[in-house]
């Protein structure tokens, strides 16, 4: 039987609403930061905002993800891609790491589009801090108007 790698997300709370489709659509087909799992299977077992700025959840949904058997947690595409972006977001990576010792991939679906284009005329992005940041969810042109 194959190992299932298991995983959690954690999206910002002003998505608190959100259904996860453009998340769960990632995942299922590979694409964004969940390209990193290839052909394996995956299971999703945790699933939380981070509880609004300062990010209050973090340290609790980090412990009850690990609970559950999570290895790898997400900070979802929303935080990179809102307005303004996550201001905690590294913060939240490197404590998560180091408290439950499990790995933190920043992003789940592409980046659309749309978001992209704002934040590239908006220069948001532009400090060379997001790089790294924003690596595991560009994706290529056609795949990111595919999640507008």
């Known amino acids: ?14 998505y608190r609403r959100c259904a996860g489709g453009k998340c769960f659509r990632a995942m299922k087909n590979r ?3 969940f390209s990193i799992y290839g ?25 009850e993800m690990v609970k559950n058997g999570v ?3 997400h900070l979802a595409t929303g935080l990179v891609v809102g307005y303004p972006p996550c201001p905690s977001i590294e913060i939240f990576k490197a404590f998560l790491e180091k408290r439950y010792g499990v790995k933190v991939v920043v992003g789940t679906h592409p980046i659309p589009k749309k978001y992209l284009d704002m934040h590239t005329s908006l220069g948001t992005w532009e400090d060379p801090v997001w790089k790294p940041l924003l690596e595991p969810t560009m994706a290529d ?3 990111r108007a595919n999640y507008d």
């Open 1 to 14: 039987m194959k190992q299932k790698t298991k995983i959690g997300i954690i999206i910002c709370d002003r």
């Open 31 to 33: 694409e964004g930061a």
């Open 39 to 63: 052909n394996s299977e995956v299971e999703l077992v945790g699933y939380t905002s981070c509880d609004g700025c300062p990010g209050g959840n973090i340290e609790y949904a980090g412990e």
């Open 71 to 73: 290895e790898i947690i």
């Open 141 to 143: 042109e056609v795949t």
